[in-house]
């Protein structure tokens, strides 16, 4: 990607005012990455920016204001996004839920109140999409539309139950909304069995929004809707991004491409991943400090408790894992809520033999007996 990049810099580095073969050819090799009907694509340089037009095209396709969104979740740090961000509004500094926002609760199979041996947890936590549309509807301020990350990062590395999505989506679509998917953390293969991680729930957003991997560091991010939806959007307000979808930029995004086809990235995150989270279940089998391990190729996590029966939360135990880890050379950080998940999210490029050093680090971190701090 650095070569790709360096030479167009050196070529010609302009913003999107004029055309150039690289937009075009990156917008077709990435819808066809995407199943129909996603096939327009708006190039921005952020998630945040990305996040913040998927909220104008929702607005201005259904004539609405209100957004139902996740909670714990986070969208990114613009002023419209902190509104539909629990993990922030919510968190220190924050001045709580905006009106208009209207938050359901995470799906989580580990805390929530349907667990993970239930097999209709999905449907019975996507009841509570259906009760925020009804309440923005009583509220005489219908929702434009439904934002979830296809993972939960912020709230702890979640993996949505079966089901949730599918029935989440029917509900707001029947109550006159759209459905957008945030996949700025866990798309591009990063689930290894899915390039996107909404296809691991049967179901295709109205918007889907994309960022971080897409450019790996570089600053590029995208917006894919349906001509229906950006048709509503061309109503003589014309949007223009400086530098979204520069030739540089989609040089960079082409060889993102490039390198997960070539290297066969997205089988190498399932591969690996499996392999990491057998590792990490095999040492959650011998230290119950370990409550539950979960995730999707090489998006994973694993929380921290001081009681296994209670399920009581460990945050100071997930700190010092986390401080202990990077002493011994690797980096992890806390997450979710309550700050007593520890995620784990290296480059696609990460294999067996990583993994391994990692579960090393963690077995020897584990023997000093974290439940003692």
Known sequence: MTAAVARQAAVL???TRYLHDHLARYIERLTAKLPPPLSVVYLVNSGSEANDLALRLARRFTGRESMIAVDGAYHGHLTSLIAISPYKFNGRGGRGCPSGTYVVPMPDTYQGAFRADDPEAGPKYARSVAEAAARAEADGRPAAGFIAESILSCGGQIVLPPGFLREAYRSVRAAGGVCIADEVQVGFGRTGSAFWAFETQGV???????????GNGFPLAAVVTTREIAGAFADGMEYFNTYGGNPVACAAGLAVLDVLESEGLQEK???????????LRRLAG??????DVRGLGLFL?????LDRAARTRAPLQAAYIAERMREEGVLVSTDGPFRNVIKIKPPLAFGPADADLFLNALERILSEDPLRI
């Open 204 to 214: 295709v957003p109205d918007i889907v929004t994309m960022g971080k991997p897409i």
């Open 286 to 291: 011998a230290h119950p400090v370990i409550g």
């Open 269 to 279: 995150a399932r591969a690996t991943g499996e392999h990491l989270l057998a590792g």
């Open 301 to 305: 996590g694993f929380e921290l408790v």
């Open 13 to 15: 580095a302009t913003n």
